[in-house]
Each structure stands twice: as C-alpha cells, then as structure tokens.
C-alpha cells in the first residue's frame, strides 16, 4: 500500500487538465502544485532519509507496477497537449488565460516530457527507448537522449559538462549556456559514433537528423489538424518545459567538481557530486529524481530503488523551492555558496 503514494505524481497533470477545463484564475493549473502547493508541503512536511532494505530491491524491480506508473504518463501528455491546442484553436479564451495554460502545458512537458522520458531512457528495452524520445519529441529536445547518457553521464561535475552549474555563474547565463553547449555536444557524440563506424554525418543512420525530422513532423502535424497559429504555443510549451529541465540541472549540480588527478583524468564519478533532497513530497512528484546522487553514481538503476546516500550534499530546500530561489540569483548565492564551500572544505579536510 505504500507504494500506492506515487500516484500522487498524477497531481500535476490532473491539475494541467483542470486549468485548461475552468480557465480564469486556474489556468496557470499545474504552476500552482509545482512551485505554490510542493514548496508549502515541503515546509511543514518532515523529510524522509530511509532506504529500502537491499534484500527486498529484486520484488520491487520486478514489480510492474512501477514501470506502468510510467507508461500511463504518455496518454496523458499527448491528451494534455490536444485538449490544449483544441483550447488555443477555439479562441475563446483571453491572452492572460492562454499565457496561464501555456505555462500550465509547459510544465507537464517538463515534468513527463523530459523528467519521465529521462527514466525511461536509461533503460536498454527498445520499447521504453521509444517511449523516451516520443516524449522527448514534445519539449523539442529529443537530442537530450544523447546528451544526457553519453555526454553528462561521462562528464558531469567538470567543466566539460555544460548541464553543470560553476559557482558563482547566475541561472540565466546558466540556461543559455547548456541549452546551446548541450545540443552541440550531442552533434559532436553522434559525429563520433558515426565515425567509429566509417559513415559519414550526413548519412542516413545519423540520430541528430532524424531527431530533427521527427520534431518538425510534430509541429507540421500541430498545424494541419489545429491550424498554423497553434503552432507558436506548441513551441512555447516546449521551451518552458527544457527551460525548467535546465533549472533543475542548474540545481542539481551547483559549484561541485570532481578533482583532476594527474594523469590529467577527473576522479571517478561519485555519491559527492550531486545535490539531494530529502523532501519526500518533491521525490514523489518527480519519480525520485531529488536522489539523484545514486542516479549518477548508478545510471542503470530504476527510479523505485534510488538511495539516499549519507555522503551526498543536501540542499536547504526542495527541488522546486530551490527551483524559485535560483531565479533570484543574490538569494541563491547567498544560500548556496556557503553551502558549497562548507562541502569542499568538509571534503578536503576527510
């Protein structure tokens, strides 16, 4: 019966759907659980620092259930999506309203499109591999599928990784800088697979174009059945949903870095560079992404096993509490940077 607290993940889109339904004051729906009602739980709400007991690990991966949680997470973005675009095509709404469930709409794209597709991309069944890049499709950052596997995973915590946050560097600088360094890493990791292969990058088994053929179909597709006007709303929802994901890497991964030896190769990845939450409501809500020190320590390890893991830094705050503060740059310094420098000296010094 425990397990049964992950369907409040459903929340959010529940709450997507009925700012589109009532309008008005609503529309902004899913806004308000991710950054006004989370943030408030989170404050009164303990934390929660249990694991599972590792001998019961194998029943919970072989539980469907978990996997299913997932699945139901594709109808209901593309239902999402269609109720919205049927809204924004009927025009009997107000600027204010349709600015509202934009945002509404982009939030779920980050939340399912992105956050969900990211579990299931780290998975080598090709069906979840299919699923991964149709969500992926919806925020227009199918290359995240390269990048974030091949190219995070290897560098994260160094300079070489632009999905993380040097101290000092403000959201904003942070966000362009990623969304851009990240999408050409991809080009330059597929480049280098094609390669390896003797095949040339304008060959027809290059992901990147597909990728790019995919997402134009999407929105081609937007426009036939909805009308070319939709179109715009589509790509808004899309860039709301990475612009999030890349405040969620912002958060994540804030001024730690891994040494350099000298070989001149970083230290291995470990439980030390990632920043964790404890909140167990934000944990729910993202399928346990706030544990994300075991992610990177385990990439292969599903979502309902993740471990908290006493070496990792904490943040003050939650995912999405955090999420607020980074956009006001001075607060997040003064917050964080403590926090940072008392970890590298806490490190230093062990």
Known sequence: MKDLKYLLAYIAPLAAY???????????????????????????????????PVETEPRRLSNRFFDFLLYLNIPLLFGLLWYFFSTVEAGLHS???????????????SIIGINVAHELGHRNNPIEQTMNKMLLMTALYMHFNIEHNHGHHKNVATDNDPASAKQGENVYGFVVRSTVGGYLSAWNIENKRLEKL?????????????????????????GLIFGWMVVPFAIAAAVLGFVMLEIINYVEHYGLRRKKLPSGRYENVSPCHSWN?????????????????????????????????DESPQLPHGYPTSMLISLVPPLWFHLMDKEVNRYNNQLATS
């Open 18 to 52: 009925l700012g589109i339904y009532y309008g008005g004051i609503w529309s902004p729906g899913a806004i308000y659980v991710g950054y006004v009602m989370i943030p408030l739980l989170e404050l009164v709400l303990p934390k929660s620092t249990d694991n599972l």
């Open 95 to 109: 600027t204010a309203e349709i600015i509202g469930m934009t945002f509404n709409v982009g939030i779920i794209v």
């Open 198 to 222: 003797g095949l040339s990058v304008l060959h027809w088994r290059n992901q990147m174009i597909w990728f790019h053929l995919i997402q134009a179909a999407y929105l081609i597709s937007v």
């Open 277 to 309: 939450s404890d909140h167990e409501v934000g944990r729910i809500f993202l399928y346990e992404l706030t544990r994300h020190s075991d992610h990177h320590y385990k990439a292969n390890r599903k979502y309902q096993i993740l471990r908290r893991m």
